[in-house]
T-cell receptor, first 110, second 114 residues
Framework: GEDVEQSLFLSVREGDSSVINCTYT??????LYWYKQEPGAGLQLLTY?????DMKQDQRLTVLLNKKDKHLSLRIADTQTGDSAIYFC??????????FGTGTSLTVIP | DAGVIQSPRHEVTEMGQEVTLRCKPI?????LFWYRQTMMRGLELLIY????????DSGMPEDRFSAKMPNASFSTLKIQPSEPRDSAVYFC????????????FGSGTQLSVL
């Protein structure tokens, strides 16, 4: 199966930028996704990038994809306390399967 | 669309009892997934269906777990008998089969087995 790995924890001060990293082993996917899970809630799609792109920007969010190194990152500019959550990277696999990373718990310190 | 709907939102039961979790996927989605989330193991895929047919159930922990999808708009995950180590949040998710289509999650069922 696919291995999708993330660091478990990240702590930043309010107003700073956050960078959440993800590495994967199988480069066959056409899309890669970032999901956000707030406390007590399900996972919500945050953003995604098509594999023929290197970067995608969406307001405060910037997704960077390095296909050579199989590395995906999510940058949150001007991080707010409402950004505190668990962030999962995800990629489709064979047979409609989805592979999720371990999740990175982001804590924003006021 | 109301999104993926799961019920109940919370379930508290005693060890040995049967537990049934329910899911209604988004209309038109033909793939449905059951996940379990715990602090220790993170997000685990239990089973998924394509067009109501179970495709991969290798994540189902043991024979006490079973899942069905009798039609395109309903699925159940049953645990019988339940054990305290089954306590977790169980998520249902659905998507279309199209390339690049995203996975949409329900709000989850928080299961506590005492």
């Amino acid at each position: 199966g696919e291995d999708v790995e993330q660091s478990l924890f990240l702590s930043v001060r309010e107003g700073d930028s956050s960078v959440i990293n993800c590495t994967y082993t199988d480069s066959s996917s056409t899309y890669l996704y970032w999901y956000k899970q707030e406390p007590g809630a399900g996972l919500q799609l945050l953003t995604y990038i098509f594999s023929n792109m290197d970067m995608k920007q969406d307001q405060r969010l910037t997704v960077l994809l390095n296909k050579k190194d199989k590395h995906l990152s999510l940058r949150i500019a001007d991080t707010q306390t409402g950004d505190s959550a668990i962030y999962f990277c995800a990629k489709p696999g064979t047979g409609n399967q989805f592979y999720f990373g371990t999740g990175t718990s982001l804590t924003v310190i006021p | 669309d109301a999104g993926v709907i799961q019920s109940p939102r919370h379930e508290v039961t005693e060890m040995g009892q049967e537990v049934t979790l329910r899911c209604k996927p988004i209309s038109g989605h033909n793939s449905l997934f059951w996940y379990r989330q715990t602090m220790m193991r993170g997000l685990e895929l239990l089973i998924y269906f394509n067009n109501n047919v179970p495709i991969d159930d290798s994540g189902m922990p043991e024979d006490r777990f079973s899942a069905k999808m009798p039609n395109a708009s309903f699925s159940t995950l049953k645990i019988q008998p339940s054990e305290p180590r089954d306590s977790a949040v169980y998520f249902c998710a659905s998507r279309t089969g199209s390339l690049g289509e995203k996975l949409f999650f329900g709000s989850g069922t928080q299961l506590s087995v005492l």
